[in-house]
C-alpha cells in the first residue's frame, strides 16, 4: 500500500509538472505580478539584471530616423522609405508562467522593432502551411508565385525555407532596394557588389532586408491579404492585443490582388515602417510561444510548426525561421540553455522564450552587445 501510495504522489508531481499552468492575461487588463519569492527567484538577482538594463541603453539616437541613417550608412543608395517614430527610452518584462515578475520604463508606449518583425513575419508562414495554402516549406517559391519574383536559372530554385533561414541569394530588386545594395561585404565597391556571383540557394546565410521583404510579398500573395489584417485575425486578436500595434510597408510597396490595392509590408526597418508595438504586446507574442503555440486553451499555431521554426539551419546552427537560436556557435549566449530562441531587432530589442524556466524575456533599447551579459543576470536569478 505504502509503494503504490508514494507512486500516486511521484505521479501527481510529474502531471503538475507537464502540465504547467501559465497566467495569461486579458485584453487591457492589467498585467497581474507575483513576487520573486513566490516562484523561489532570488529578488535581489533579479534587480540587478533590471538596472543592467536600465543602465545600459542602446547608445544611438531616440530619433529612429537618425539612427537609422548612420546605422546603415554604409550602404549605397540606402535611405528612409517608410515610416519611423522617435523611440522611448529602456523598458521591458520578465515573465515566470506569465505572471510579471519584474518591469522596467514605459511597457504601453508603442516603439518601432526593427527585425523583432521577422519573428512575426515567420509565424505567417507558419499559418499559411497549418492552413494548407502553402503544402511545405520546402516547396519553390515560383510554384506559388508566377509573376516573374521567381523567374531565372538562380531564382527559380528558391524555397519558402530558403527565404525563411535568410540563405536564398534571391537576386533581384524590390520597392527600391537592390539585394545587392543591403548590407554589402566590408570588402570591395559597388562594382564587386552588384556583379559577384550570388552563392547557392541554402548554403549561405545573409541577412537581408530586400529578401526578406520579398518573403512578405509572396506571402501577401499566398493569402491574398495584407499581412497586417492576418496577424490581426489569427493571432493579435486572439491572444487579446491591445489595438495599439501597427505593421507598416514602405511608402510605395502597393500590390494588386482580386482588384485591390494592398499594401505588401517589410519585415524590418532598417529603411522605416515593420511592426510598431508595446512591450506588453510583445510579451503576448512570445507567451503563446512559450506555450507551444496555444493561448489558453486554442491552438493558434502548430506545434509542428514551433519545432520548425527554431531548428538550426546549415549554413548557421543560431538561426531557424526568423528566430535566433542559442546553440553553439557565434551568437551562442554562454552558460545558458541550448534550448533558448529569441526574436531580435536593431536598436536592442529583444523577445526571449525560455522554455526550461517557463520565462518570457522583452526588453527594449538595451545595447545589442549587452543582451548575452544581461540574460545571464536574469538567468542567475532562476
Do not use: C
Not at 12 to 37: C, H, M, T, V
Not at 115 to 132: I, P
Not at 372 to 382: I, L, R, T
Amino acid at each position: 500500500m505504502k509503494f503504490h501510495f508514494i507512486t500516486f504522489v511521484a505521479l501527481l508531481g510529474f502531471l503538475n509538472l507537464q502540465g504547467q499552468e501559465y497566467y495569461f492575461p486579458e485584453r487591457n487588463a492589467d498585467w497581474k505580478i507575483k513576487s520573486p519569492k513566490d516562484f523561489k527567484i532570488k529578488d535581489a538577482k533579479l534587480n540587478e539584471a533590471v538596472d543592467f538594463a536600465e543602465a545600459n541603453e542602446y547608445s544611438g539616437s531616440r530619433d529612429l530616423r537618425i539612427a537609422i541613417v548612420k546605422g546603415f550608412e554604409k550602404e549605397p543608395f540606402h535611405k528612409i522609405l517608410g515610416p519611423t517614430k522617435k523611440r522611448g527610452g529602456p523598458a521591458g518584462m520578465i515573465l515566470k508562467n506569465g505572471y510579471v515578475v519584474a518591469q522596467w520604463g514605459d511597457t504601453k508606449r508603442v516603439d518601432m522593432t526593427f527585425s523583432v518583425t521577422k519573428s512575426f513575419l515567420s509565424t505567417m508562414a507558419g499559418l499559411a502551411e497549418d492552413e494548407k495554402l502553402i503544402a511545405d516549406t520546402k516547396n519553390l517559391v515560383g510554384d506559388y508565385i508566377w509573376d516573374g519574383t521567381f523567374d531565372g536559372a538562380h531564382n527559380s530554385k528558391i524555397t519558402w525555407e530558403h527565404l525563411l533561414q535568410q540563405n536564398s541569394a534571391w537576386t533581384g530588386e524590390l520597392w527600391g532596394g537592390k539585394d545587392w545594395a543591403d548590407r554589402p561585404p566590408s570588402e570591395g565597391g559597388i562594382d564587386d557588389w552588384k556583379l559577384a556571383k550570388p552563392k547557392e540557394p541554402g548554403t549561405f546565410m545573409e541577412y537581408n532586408d530586400v529578401r526578406v521583404n520579398v518573403l512578405a510579398y509572396s506571402l501577401t500573395h499566398v493569402w491574398r491579404k495584407p499581412m497586417p489584417l492576418v496577424l490581426k485575425e489569427k493571432i493579435m486578436d486572439k491572444i487579446d492585443a491591445s489595438s495599439t500595434w501597427r505593421w507598416f510597408g514602405y511608402d510605395d510597396a502597393w500590390t494588386e490582388i482580386d482588384g485591390l490595392q494592398m499594401k505588401s509590408v517589410t519585415g524590418g526597418g532598417h529603411s522605416g515602417a515593420g511592426i510598431f508595438i508595446s512591450a506588453e504586446d510583445m510579451a503576448r507574442f512570445g507567451m503563446l510561444f512559450l506555450n507551444n503555440g496555444k493561448w489558453k486553451n486554442d491552438q493558434l499555431i502548430s506545434e509542428n510548426w514551433i519545432q520548425k521554426a527554431t531548428t538550426p539551419s546549415i549554413p548557421n546552427a543560431n538561426y531557424g525561421y526568423m528566430w535566433w537560436l542559442n546553440k553553439k556557435g557565434d551568437r551562442h549566449w554562454e552558460g545558458l540553455s541550448e534550448n533558448i530562441y529569441y526574436a531580435a531587432g536593431f536598436g536592442g530589442n529583444f523577445i526571449v522564450i525560455d522554455k526550461e524556466n517557463d520565462v518570457v524575456v522583452v526588453t527594449r533599447w538595451l545595447e545589442p552587445s549587452k543582451i548575452g551579459e544581461f540574460m545571464s543576470k536574469v538567468n542567475a536569478a532562476f
